[in-house]
């Protein structure tokens, strides 16, 4: 979790650092943060988040998890069987994403904002640890 904690660093998020990282065999196959893809302005270069801006442009933006899920469709890397680790609660969106994708294993740090990506995870056979450190 520490690895997901300096990885949230790199979010150009105003609001909020959330990173993740997914591993295999205790080996990190990929990572990301939340962020709006690459060529596009950002939240911190602007000192405006588009969210609380009440814009659209916000919907943008890309979730850690589905950062660190793409890096490995952009290598062809396959997941079935990994662990991923994030330092928050993980939404319904990329709760199915991880699902979809063969994760096996979510470690994730409770921020509280939602459960439902956990319980859906959970229902689909992924396991779900809390991490409480």
Known sequence: MEVVDIIARRSTCLRKHVGAVITIDNRILSHGYNGVPSGHVHCCDTGICQKDANSEEYKICIHAEQNAICRCAKRGLALEGATIYVNA??????????????????????????????????????????YDK
């Open 89 to 130: 609660d993980v939404c319904i969106t990329c709760a199915k994403l991880i699902v979809a994708s063969g994760i096996a294993r979510c470690v994730v740090r409770r921020d509280f904002k939602s459960a439902d990506g956990i319980e859906l995870m959970r229902k689909s056979g992924v396991i779900v640890d809390i």
